[in-house]
Structures are given as structure tokens and as C-alpha cells.
């Protein structure tokens, strides 16, 4: 579950200070999927930047499965990205592992001793059996983000935050990327919080919020 | 042609802009090129000093002395009239020496006079008015210019005047303390007779400009009282030789190693322009503008980088300069302290280094050179490998001996990179996702830092085999004075008192009373010493022969010498060989029988008897006597008896712990300024890393962001990289070991016995090479910390 | 170049007493300061010249010269000044050594030739320098004034350095004693001098000027001069002229000497008629009126080019330099060179302008 009560978040450039979150309300429950829509610059990536602790609001109360980032520190803060899911637009993957070392990374690094379940289903559904040997820099931009979709989802989180994910696919993938994404993420019962552009794309999504000068509207 | 000039303008302008964001590459660029500048110019400095130091007189015209009259080998001075009848015969660059030592309660001081009346003729003195002692007043020629540094010889600490000390009564002369005037303090010609007692006697004649008419006139003029010599062919100038080399050496490797720094800014520079430079094009520049800028820049930063090179060699020379005279003044009989002047030439030496080092390093970037990288590779390899095989078995010049470690290094340089790259790549099993993330990207890591790693293989490489061959010299030489300075007393002497010497041989507690009579000469135009001890074999018992037999009376049988090491392994001769000492018109003769060990030595020397020395009509210099004692009787208890009963000088008994004492103290001083050079070195290397780590490619960036998104904490990854740096560092420094002793066996094997004549046995202090080594991944680690943390704050700083 | 830090201690030291000189000093007035000095004991006037005891030192005065000047001409009628002066210091000092005598030597070696002059010097100590009197020879190093034979006369001077060079012979003059028996006096406050002069040695020999050889004949004047010192505080140098006249039958001389005072006006004069058998007949300062009529401007200085000389009975006397510019530019800047005479006494010499 995801609570944020009055965010603001501002950005100081010289002499000017631009607010780019302003007094936000936002709650989404267990399992729901939402996809964030709004034009450069209207915050939506910011706020998904708070939601993932990247960066700390200025005021306001954000919550995360109970987890409250407003009051975490920075290595609270980093210990708590390692349970969520994380998926970039520019993928983030490491470049000197194969695509089996990325997609077990996080996994490994939240759960050192543990054996990994499922893993085999998730690369089939993500047709991404026969480049696990292969280097990230072999793939396409689509299966590079598959990649990443698995990496975020053999971690097993309670949420994932996407980040415009298909800013650096066309059109056909794109919509392949985003059914995909949702469909494993109701299957899991994973909330999912996706970050877009594409009005298109929102159709896949339970509900859809418009930010526009960082309220929604 | 202004459209042309205005596009280089904005190019240029561009290019600044590009530094102004990167100030850490240009930082580099300069550091890099101003230190191994520095270094050489440092080294060429001294070097041309060494060979300028007769451009002033002694009496400071600036008229260069182009040759001197000195007296005959084992003379000490000549006589005045020679100065007079030269002068007479119209040789009017004729100028007059005297030197000699006048000393206080403190310590001695060495004077010299020279012709005073010169500077009434010289332009400045034009300007000051004449006094020829106003209000017919006593008239001071007795003025002593000193050189600062000796003020502690003649003031006491409170400041008052200690006065000298003299064996017949004479006036204290007036002292004015001045700096640059070196070792010799300057008075007139009259007062250093008057205060030497040299009775017109001089120390040698300075002349300028001969023609070849004068100096056969002068030849004429001076035969069978004096020699003529050429400045540039004295003693000193062959003797020390070696040593320039040496440092010459040592310089270029400073050189080398500081060029990684450059190296690296180039590459780094050109990789983060290449962009710039492919839209500058896009934006319309044309390549002839492009490649004109790049022109300018190159030349701009070369000129500075000399300046700054020259500016910081200059400090570094002048850092040395004192330590380095001790030296040749010690072990080189140089006659003058160098003084470091600004040389212009050096700030041509380093531009003209730059220009042809920034051409290389280009030149390695460019892309068929990339491209044919493996080829190129191998064909390095082997023929660095052929080299190598080939100086070993025939290395027998200075520059081949000093091309032998300079191909082992390079060997090393182009292995190294490839055994740690095939390291990185071994196929390890590990579970640790972070250990797995850190293995695989140690490889690009690794490319990263090759600079700086081949930086630090180099350096330390090189410290290593210094470290071993000064400890190797040191061990030997400890090993070699024990023997050779193994009497009990040594008692100095001037001269040979007989009576003393039956009287003390005959004393019931002496074992052994041995003299020391030394002449100078030259054998083949080398400068040689023939010396005795006695008359006997037991006299030349502390003797070690290269053969580890003892002297014996056949070793000196039918004209039979020994001779160093040095006559057989730098000069050429052999057992059995018959040699010809010469000094002035009279011929020593003798037949090589066998070779001594004497290090230190850079001369030939010979050793006969005494009865045989004496005979000839050779000039000799009696240094004292050496008394070994019977078992019972103290060191301190003859030493008493020789001053109370024997009326000795007690300054002038020694014991042999005192004795070694000086000898080592002497070279140790010749190795003061290689310890400083390697150190300078090292640090360059380890800026080297630095730097590097601060310029890491965005990649390295890249990678260090996700892992942080994907929830590695900021001191695990500072954990990580400090402990990946430390790993290449160390691995580095195990390569480096072996090097080193690589280096320190070349050196030992091959620079020595060819420089300088010595064999020296391999000798290696472990306890300091573990610390040298810990040290510098120690500090390496150090070195990494600042800039690993500073990438990591930007990177977290980016979100 | 000399390091000047060092020069400017060491030089002030080693020939001032204890105190640095003031070192802008202008050069015009050393030569004047140097002999306002009074170096030595002062000459007597009752002491009989006696030679060749007389050519040699005399220690107990400060100064003294072996002066010669000469006006040579070659075949050609190419003209040509020599001035040849070894001089001598009394300098004392405590050391005792065979390289000092307590005395300084120098010598100025200078020739002109049309408008051109060039000078020399050398400074020297016992040993490079000697001068002994019989037979006589006053050598500077290389520089040489000596007589050929047991006999003063015949001279030969020998003298080079950088392409100028002369080898002279000087014979056939009489010896003339200047003032009373060869004391000298200079100023109205009693200084004085012994001077003698051998004012009509005709010359013959070689010379190098500018590196070009020459075959000349001529006319040499020879001075000696010893004295404590030569002028009042307040006097600043002199004019001297040496004049012979050799076309009139036989050879006449006339020296002048007249001393200026702070003002550059003419304080005292004094000068010899010399007749062809050397007798002097001493001219009285009231019977010298000196005036300049001419100057040339050297540098910003004044020096007169032109003089008129009005002796008793007599008709005036134009003297004129001949080579403008005849400073020897030495250690002590002093204006020495050819002069040419008309009226009322016709002939060549020499002038010595000193303090201006």
C-alpha cells in the first residue's frame, strides 16, 4: 500500500526555485497497478524518484508498505530499494555480467543464501531462455528491458516503479513490454506504479492519474 | 586567411571552454609533463654545470677559462714567475690562482687569491668611486669574501668573529659574508701569499682564448715546471662520467614514468573531445582549422610545460646541489662548487622532449596503431625479447649496460598488463553477486588503470633494484673496509719521519708498522695512482685480491704491481700486462701480477713496494703510517703513548672505526641523491593512480549509479572499489618484486663492473623491500580513497 | 659579467678604508680627487736630479708617471697621436708579501688617427710592473719603455693590444728641467713636483692602427713626474700642453701648465720656453693668460677645442685640437691628444685636459 500526504518537492536553479511536486495526495492500494501520465517536466518522474528513495521530498509524508521514506536516511533508504522493483528507461543493466548474472543480482543481494524459485518460469515468460549466457550489450532494446523486468521481478517485491520503460521502444514493443509487465504483475499480486507519457499504454493499467505542474489533476 | 583565423579562434576558445570544465585533465596533462621535466632538466642541469663551471674565472670575470697551467703531478704548486713571464710574452688572459686552507677553532676554511686589480678595469667598478685609502690611511687589500655557508666556521654563535689561526703571526683579515661564492673564499693574490706563506708561489694559472701558437709557446715556456691541460679534459671530467651517467639515467626513467601521466591526460582529453571535435566538424569547421588548433595547443602546453619543467628542475637541482658537490668534490676531486644557474636551453631540452613525447603518445592513439594493437604487440615482444638475449651475452658499453635495464623493464611493462588482464578473465566460480560484479568488471577496470599500474610496475621496479644495489654496494664495501682499513691506528702524516718510524717498529706492543706513499700520474692517459705500503708482502696483507689468494712476495717479483679491479673490468688490462705510469717526463714500469678489490676508486691504481716506489724519481705524497697492534695492547693505551711520549698530534690519530666512518659517510652521500630521485619517482607514480582514479571513464560512472539503485550501499561499494584498487596494486607490486631484482642483477651485473669497474655481490635487505612494498599499497590505498569517494558523491550528488 | 651584489661589497672594500665610497660619484671629478690626495711625502725643492738614479721609483712620493706622447706621421703624411703612460700609486697596506709593494701600477696605451681614438689600460702589481733605472726599463706586462743600450738613450717602446700596436725608437733629445732645476711648482699653495722631460726625442718605427701597418717618423716628448699631490682641495684639474716646433731651423718647445679651480677658471699657470739644447726659461704665471675659445661637446660636457695663449712679448698663440674627441675612457676619464699650434708659436704637441 502506498500513502503520500502533502508532498512537495522543489528544485533550486541559481536564483529560482521551481516546485515541482505541490502538495500532493496520493493513495493506491495492495496489488493495484497505475500508471502516471503527464507531459515533461509535470513531476511525474520526480515523484516516482520519491516513491523509489531516490531523492527525499521537502515536506510531506510518504509511506511504502508502511515504510516511511520521509523519515528514513540514506542507507534505510538503500536497503529498502534493494525489496522494491526497479525498472529504468535506459534499462541500468550491468554491463560486464551476462544476462543471467543481471537477473539474479538483486535476488542474490536481498536473499545471499537462499536458492532462487522460479526463475526458469520467469525467463520463459519472458523469452529470454537462450540469452542468459549472452552479454547485455548483445541484446535489443526490448530484450534489455525485459531483462530488467525480470531482474525486478525475481526479487519478489511488493511493488515495482517503472520508469518510463519503454521510452527507448517503438510503438509494437512498447505495447508488448507494458501487457507483459501488468499481466506479471497482477499474476504476482504486485502493485506497479508506471510512469508514462503514452496515453496509449495506460489501458493496461487499473487506474490512470494525470500529472500536470506537479498536482494531478 | 581571416575567416581561416577567426574559425581557429572559436575553436581554440572552445577547446579552453572544454578545459575550464575539465580542469583535473589539463592538471595532468601539466603535472605530468612539468615533473619529468623538472627531473631531466634537473639532471642536464647539473650536467652542464659540471661542464660550464670554467665559463667564470675564479677571479668571477666573465671570461671562460679555457685551460690551466698546473704543476707537475705530485707538486703542489708552481712557481710565480711563470704568471710574470707570461704576461711578459704578451699572454695577457694569464690570470693567477693561489688556494690553500687557513683555519679557526671551528673548522677550516679554503681561500683563494686571485688578481683583485682585474675589477678596477671592469665597467661596474667604472661606477664606484676610486679610494686609494683616503686621508693616506692603511690601504685594505686583506678583505675575505666568504660564502654564507661557512659562517658557522668562523662565528661563534653569539655572532663575534673567531679568529684564524696561524704558524706565524699575521694580521686577521676583514671577512664579508656573501652567497654564490662557493667553496673558496676570495681575497687578493698578496694576502693569500701573505696568509699561506706561499712565498710567491702559485696554485695554478688560468688562461682564455689560447690560440694553437700560444699554447705552443706556452708549452715551451712552462716544460719541465708546469703542464698545460685543457679545462675540459681534467681529471674530474673523465673520472666522473660514470656518475652524470647515472643520474642521466635515472633521470630519463623519472622522465618515462612522469610521461604516464601525460599519457593518460592525452588519452583521456582525446576520448572526451573526439565528440566535441566529430561536432565541431558537424557545425562547419574545416579540418585544416581543427587540426591548426590542435597545432597550437600542443605547442602552447608544450612551452609552458618546459617552463614549468625548467622552473622545477631548477628547484630540484639546487635541492641537490649540495649534496652532489660533496660528491664529486669528495670522490671526483672537483676543484669548484656548482652553482645552478637558470639555463634557457633546458626549457628548449624540455619543450623539444614534449613535442616529441605528445607526438608518440598521439601517435599510439591513432587508429591503425589501435587496430594492429596485437601485432604490434608480439612484434614488441619478441624483439624486446631478442634484444635482451643479445645484451646479456655481449652488453659491453655504458649504454648497453644501462639498454639492459632498459629492456627488462620494457619486457615487464608489455607483460604485466596481459598477466593481470588473463588473471581478471579466470574463470572463478563465485556466488557473492557483488564478488561476481567486481571480478568481471575488474577486467575494464583494469583498463582504466594501465597507465597507472605500468606507472607504479616501473617505479617501483626501479626503487626495488636501487633499494638492492645500494644495499649490495653497501654490504660490499662494509665487507671490503673491514679488511682494508683493518690497523688498529692510523696515524696521518705529511711526511716520513724514519726515526719515528724505526722507533714505533720497534716498539714491543706494535705487530706491524705500515706506511702510505702515494704518487699521481696517468697510465694511457687515464688518471692513475701508484702507491706503496712497505717493504714486504706483510704489508699488503689488508689486501683482497680478486683471486681470494694473499699477497705474496712472487706478486711483486721481477717488476711486479698489482692493480684494481676497476684497470682490468673498465680499462681493459690483463694479468701479465705490462703498464707504463707516467708523471710528467718519468716512467714507472711494472708487470701486472694480480687484481685488487677498491671500490669507490673510479682511477686506476697500482701498488708496488716501497723500496721500489722510492727509487723512482716519481713526486709522492705521504698520507701517515697504520700500526697494528700486538694482542694485550689497547687501542687507547697507544694512543697515549703516541702523544705524550711520541709527541704526536692527537687530531691526527685515528682509529679505524673512525677511519671507516668517513668512508662510508662519502658514499653514502653519492647514494643520497638516487634515494631522492626513486622517491620522487614513486610519488609520481602514485599521482599517476590518482589521477587516474579521479578521471574514471562516465562508464565506470554508469555502473556505479545502477548498483546503487539496485540497493548497494554507498560503503559497500567504497568497500568494493578501494578493494579492487588495492588487489591491482598489489598484484602489481608482487610483478614488481621480480623486476626489481631484475633491475637490481642488471645493475649489479652489468652497469657496475662497466661504469664504474666494481663487482659487487647480489645483497638483499628483505625486511626493507617487504616495507617499501606495504608502503606503497599502503599509501596507494590512500591515494584511492579520495577519489573513489568524491565518484561516489557525484554520483549520488546526480540524484 | 661581474655579480654585482658581490662586486659592490667586495671592490668598495678591498681598496676603500673601512667606509664605502659614495658610488654615483661623477668620473670628472676622480681624477681630481685622486690627486687633491696627498699620497706620500712632499718634494723638496733644494734636491739635485741626479741620473740614472732619477729615472727609477721614488718610493717616498705617491705619484708618479713615465709619460710619452708622440706625433708620427708616415710617408703619406697619414698622421697619428700615441700617448704611452705607465703611473704609480703609493698604496700601503699591512700585508707583507712579494706581490705587493705597497705601490698600484697601471698604464694607458692610446693612439688616434683623424677623428678616431682609441685607449688602454692596465693595472698591475711588483712583478707584473718594474721600472728600474739603469739600464732603464719601465714595463707594464708587454708594455715596455726601455732603453736599448747602457745609455738612456736610444728608447724603444713597444706596446699592442687588440689590433693596435706600436714599436717606436726615440733618441737624440736633451733632458730639460722643468721649473727650478726640475722642481715644479703647482699651485699657489706650494705643491709641487720634480719634472723632467726630454721633449724632442725624435721617433722612428712601426705601428698597427685599427690592424693596418704603418712605417712612421716623428716627434716624442718624454715626461717624468713625481710628486705627494699636485692640487689644492678646491682645484678641479688642469690644461697641459706640450708644443714643439720643428720646422724652424732647430727645435723649440714651449710646456704649459694651468690649473682650474671649482669655477673652471684658470686659478694658475705656469710653463717653460725650452731652446733646442734643452735650456728652460721659466715663464711666470703673471705671463700666461689662457682662454678658451672653442669647446666641443662630449657627452653632454664642455671640453675646449680651442685656446688662445697670450705670453709676455709675445704674439698670441692659437692652439687647436686636432682629434676632437681624445678621451681616454678609462677607469679615470681624462681628455689626452694632439694639438696644432699657430701664431705666435708654430707647431704640434700634445694636450692633457684633466677635471672637466
Not at chain 3, 711625502?41 to 732619477?54: G, M, N, R, T, Y
Not at chain 3, 733629445?173 to 726630454?198: E, I, R, V
Request: charged share 15%.
Amino acid at each position: 500500500m502506498i500513502e503520500i500526504k502533502d508532498l512537495c518537492f522543489s528544485r533550486t536553479d541559481g536564483s529560482n526555485k521551481q516546485r515541482i511536486i505541490n502538495n500532493l495526495n496520493l493513495s493506491i492500494d495492495n496489488s493495484q497497478q497505475l500508471a502516471l501520465l503527464g507531459d515533461s517536466g509535470s513531476g511525474k518522474t520526480t515523484l516516482l524518484h520519491i516513491l523509489a528513495g531516490l531523492i527525499k521530498a521537502h515536506s510531506g509524508v510518504v509511506s511504502v508498505n508502511r515504510h516511511l521514506l520521509s523519515s528514513m536516511n540514506e542507507h534505510e533508504l538503500t536497503l529498502y530499494r534493494r525489496k522494491i522493483g526497479l525498472i529504468f528507461q535506459h534499462y541500468q543493466l550491468l554491463e560486464c555480467l551476462n544476462v543471467k548474472q543481471n537477473i539474479l543480482f538483486q535476488h542474490k543481494l536481498n536473499f545471499p543464501h537462499q536458492d532462487v524459485e522460479g526463475f526458469d518460469t520467469l525467463v520463459n515468460e519472458l523469452g529470454l531462455d537462450g540469452k542468459l549466457d549472452s552479454l547485455v550489450h548483445q541484446l535489443s532494446g526490448g530484450e534489455q528491458q525485459r531483462v530488467g523486468i525480470a531482474r525486478a521481478l525475481l526479487n519478489k517485491p511488493q511493488i515495482i516503479l517503472a520508469d518510463e520503460p519503454t521510452g527507448n521502444l517503438d510503438q509494437t514493443r512498447s505495447h508488448q513490454v507494458v501487457k507483459l509487465l501488468t499481466q506479471l504483475c497482477r499474476r504476482r499480486k504486485i502493485n506497479l506504479v508506471m510512469v508514462t507519457h503514452s496515453e496509449e499504454l495506460t489501458s493496461y493499467f487499473d487506474e490512470v492519474k494525470v500529472l500536470r505542474d506537479g498536482c494531478f489533476v | 586567411m581571416v575567416a581561416l583565423y577567426n574559425e581557429i579562434k572559436l575553436i581554440l576558445a572552445t577547446h579552453i571552454a572544454f578545459y575550464r570544465r575539465h580542469p583535473w585533465l589539463i592538471a595532468l596533462f601539466f603535472i605530468g609533463f612539468s615533473l619529468g621535466s623538472a627531473l631531466l632538466t634537473a639532471i642536464a642541469g647539473l650536467n652542464q654545470e659540471a661542464k660550464n663551471r670554467y665559463d667564470n674565472s675564479s677571479a668571477l670575470i666573465n671570461n671562460p677559462v679555457s685551460h690551466l697551467i698546473k704543476p707537475l703531478a705530485g707538486k703542489v704548486y708552481i712557481n710565480g714567475n711563470i704568471w710574470l713571464k707570461l704576461r711578459q710574452k704578451g699572454i695577457t688572459t694569464a690570470q693567477p690562482v693561489l688556494r690553500g686552507r687557513i683555519a679557526t677553532s671551528e673548522g677550516t676554511l679554503g681561500i683563494q687569491g686571485v688578481d683583485t686589480l682585474l675589477w678596477l678595469n671592469s665597467k661596474p667598478y667604472l661606477q664606484t668611486e676610486i679610494s686609494s685609502g683616503q686621508a693616506g690611511g692603511p690601504f685594505a687589500l686583506s678583505s675575505l669574501l666568504v660564502d654564507s655557508q661557512f659562517k658557522d666556521r668562523l662565528t661563534t654563535t653569539t655572532g663575534e668573529r673567531l679568529p684564524f689561526i696561524f704558524q706565524n703571526e699575521r694580521h686577521q683579515p676583514n671577512i664579508y659574508f656573501a652567497d654564490d661564492i662557493g667553496l673558496w673564499a676570495i681575497t687578493d693574490l698578496a694576502n693569500a701569499d701573505y696568509l699561506l706563506d706561499a712565498k710567491g708561489q702559485l696554485s695554478f694559472i688560468e688562461l682564455s682564448n689560447l690560440t694553437q701558437q700560444q699554447q705552443a709557446q706556452i708549452q715551451l715556456l712552462i716544460a719541465g715546471r708546469a703542464e698545460l691541460i685543457d679545462v675540459q679534459q681534467q681529471e674530474f671530467d673523465i673520472l666522473s662520467q660514470a656518475f652524470f651517467f647515472n643520474l642521466t639515467a635515472l633521470a630519463m626513467l623519472g622522465y618515462i614514468v612522469a610521461a604516464f601521466l601525460s599519457f593518460n591526460a592525452i588519452k583521456l582529453t582525446l576520448s572526451a573531445r573526439r565528440k566535441l571535435l566529430q561536432q565541431l566538424h558537424l557545425l562547419g569547421c574545416s579540418t585544416r582549422g581543427i587540426q591548426i588548433s590542435l597545432l597550437i595547443e600542443l605547442m602552447v602546453l608544450s612551452l609552458f610545460t618546459a617552463l614549468l619543467g625548467t622552473a622545477g628542475g631548477y628547484v630540484i637541482a639546487n635541492a641537490l646541489v649540495l649534496d652532489i658537490n660533496s660528491t664529486l668534490v669528495g670522490l671526483y676531486q672537483l676543484d669548484k662548487a656548482l652553482v645552478i644557474n637558470w639555463q634557457w636551453f633546458n626549457v628548449l631540452l624540455g619543450f623539444s622532449l614534449n613535442i616529441i613525447s605528445l607526438v608518440v603518445i598521439l601517435l599510439a592513439q591513432a587508429k591503425q596503431i589501435t587496430v594492429k594493437g596485437e601485432r604490434l604487440f608480439y612484434t614488441l615482444l619478441v624483439c624486446t625479447c631478442v634484444v635482451l638475449i643479445w645484451l646479456l651475452n655481449y652488453a659491453s658499453t655504458e649504454l648497453q649496460a644501462l639498454l639492459v635495464c632498459f629492456t627488462i623493464l620494457v619486457l615487464f611493462i608489455l607483460m604485466v598488463p596481459k598477466v593481470l588482464s588473463a588473471l581478471a578473465c579466470l574463470p572463478i566460480h563465485i556466488r557473492n553477486p557483488l564478488a561476481q560484479w567486481l571480478h568481471c568488471d575488474t577486467r575494464y577496470y583494469l583498463k582504466d588503470l594501465h597507465i597507472a599500474v605500468v606507472a607504479i610496475l616501473v617505479a617501483l621496479g626501479s626503487a626495488i633494484g636501487m633499494q638492492i644495489m645500494v644495499k649490495s654496494f653497501s654490504n660490499t664495501l662494509n665487507a671490503h673496509l673491514e679488511k682494508q682499513l683493518s690497523a688498529d691506528i692510523y696515524l696521518r702524516s705529511t711526511s716520513l719521519d724514519s726515526t719515528l718510524r724505526d722507533t714505533l717498529s720497534s716498539e714491543s706492543g706494535v705487530k706491524l708498522l705500515s706506511i702510505y706513499m702515494q704518487s699521481e700520474g696517468n697510465v694511457d692517459q687515464i688518471p692513475a695512482k701508484l702507491a706503496s705500503f712497505g717493504e714486504g708482502s706483510q704489508h699488503y696483507q689488508h689486501i683482497s685480491l680478486t683471486s681470494a689468494k694473499l699477497v705474496t712476495e712472487d706478486d711483486f717479483s721481477n717488476e711486479g704491481c698489482l692493480a684494481n679491479e676497476q684497470s682490468k673490468i673498465k680499462f681493459g688490462f690483463s694479468l701479465g700486462n705490462k703498464v707504463v705510469f707516467k708523471q710528467n717526463a718519468t716512467r714507472f714500469t711494472c708487470r701486472i701480477t694480480g687484481f685488487f678489490y677498491d671500490y669507490g676508486n673510479p682511477a686506476i691504481s697500482l701498488l708496488t713496494q716501497e723500496k721500489r716506489h722510492k727509487s723512482t724519481a716519481l713526486n709522492s705524497d705521504y698520507f701517515g703510517y697504520s700500526i697494528r697492534l700486538k694482542v694485550g695492547t689497547t687501542v687507547a693505551a697507544f694512543s697515549e703513548r703516541l702523544i705524550e711520549d711520541f709527541n704526536q698530534d692527537s687530531t691526527q690519530i685515528l682509529d679505524n672505526k673512525q677511519f671507516k666512518r668517513y668512508a662510508k659517510t662519502l658514499f653514502e652521500d653519492t647514494f643520497v641523491v638516487t634515494k631522492a630521485l626513486n622517491s620522487f619517482i614513486l610519488a609520481i607514480a602514485l599521482l599517476s593512480l590518482c589521477t587516474s582514479l579521479l578521471s574514471l571513464s562516465t562508464n565506470q560512472l554508469k555502473q556505479l549509479t545502477i548498483l546503487r539503485h539496485l540497493g548497494v550501499t554507498k560503503y559497500q561499494l567504497l568497500g568494493m572499489k578501494l578493494l579492487q584498487t588495492s588487489g591491482v596494486v598489489l598484484v602489481t607490486t608482487l610483478f614488481a618484486i621480480p623486476l626489481g631484482f631484475a633491475l637490481g642483477y642488471a645493475l649489479l651485473a652489468f652497469v657496475m663492473p662497466i661504469a664504474f669497474g666494481w663487482t659487487i655481490h647480489f645483497s638483499v635487505d628483505f625486511m626493507h623491500l617487504l616495507l617499501t612494498c606495504l608502503t606503497l599499497v599502503g599509501v596507494s590505498v590512500v591515494c584511492a580513497y579520495l577519489p573513489i569517494r568524491r565518484i561516489i558523491k557525484q554520483e549520488s550528488q546526480e540524484h | 659579467m661581474l655579480k654585482n651584489r658581490l662586486f659592490s661589497v667586495f671592490v668598495l672594500c678591498i681598496l676603500c678604508a673601512c667606509q664605502p665610497a659614495e658610488q654615483q660619484k661623477s668620473k670628472k671629478t676622480e681624477m681630481g680627487s685622486a690627486l687633491q690626495v696627498s699620497i706620500g711625502e712632499p718634494v723638496k725643492p733644494s734636491e739635485i736630479l741626479s741620473f740614472p738614479q732619477d729615472h727609477g721609483i721614488h718610493n717616498k712620493q705617491g705619484i708618479e708617471w713615465w709619460y710619452l706622447t708622440a706625433n708620427l706621421k708616415t710617408a703619406n703624411n697619414e698622421t697619428f697621436g700615441v700617448q704611452w703612460t705607465l703611473f704609480r700609486t703609493l698604496m700601503p697596506s699591512k700585508i707583507n708579501s712579494q706581490w705587493w709593494d705597497n705601490n698600484l701600477y697601471f698604464a694607458h696605451f692610446a693612439m688616434q688617427s683623424k677623428q678616431e681614438h682609441i685607449a688602454f689600460e692596465r693595472f698591475a702589481r711588483v712583478g707584473q710592473a718594474s721600472v728600474t733605472s739603469s739600464p732603464f726599463n719601465a714595463s707594464i706586462d708587454n708594455w715596455q719603455l726601455k732603453s736599448n743600450e747602457n745609455t738612456f738613450l736610444p728608447l724603444t717602446l713597444s706596446a699592442e693590444q687588440e689590433g693596435y700596436a706600436v714599436e717606436l725608437t726615440l733618441a737624440q733629445s736633451p733632458l730639460t728641467l722643468h721649473g727650478d732645476n726640475g722642481y715644479s711648482q703647482k699651485t699657489q699653495s706650494g705643491h709641487a713636483s720634480y719634472y723632467y722631460s726630454y721633449p724632442f726625442l725624435n721617433v722612428t718605427g712601426k705601428l698597427t692602427f685599427a690592424g693596418n701597418h704603418y712605417s712612421v717618423t716623428g716627434n716624442a716628448w718624454y715626461d717624468r713626474e713625481w710628486s705627494a699631490s699636485l692640487l689644492d682641495k678646491q682645484q678641479r684639474g688642469w690644461d697641459w700642453f706640450s708644443l714643439v716646433d720643428s720646422q724652424s731651423g732647430d727645435k723649440k718647445g714651449l710646456m704649459l701648465f694651468c690649473i682650474r679651480g671649482d669655477d673652471q677658471g684658470y686659478d694658475y699657470c705656469s710653463g717653460s720656453k725650452i731652446s733646442a739644447n734643452g735650456k728652460v726659461t721659466q715663464i711666470p704665471q703673471q705671463d700666461i693668460t689662457l682662454t678658451v675659445i672653442n669647446t666641443v661637446s662630449l657627452d653632454n660636457r664642455d671640453y675646449p677645442s680651442k685656446w688662445q695663449v697670450q705670453l709676455a712679448n709675445s704674439e698670441a698663440i692659437i692652439i687647436e685640437s686636432i682629434t676632437k674627441d681624445s678621451r681616454n675612457q678609462l677607469s679615470i676619464e681624462y681628455w689626452e691628444g694632439r694639438v696644432k699650434a699657430t701664431g705666435g708659436f708654430n707647431g704640434k704637441g700634445y694636450a692633457e685636459l684633466t677635471g672637466y
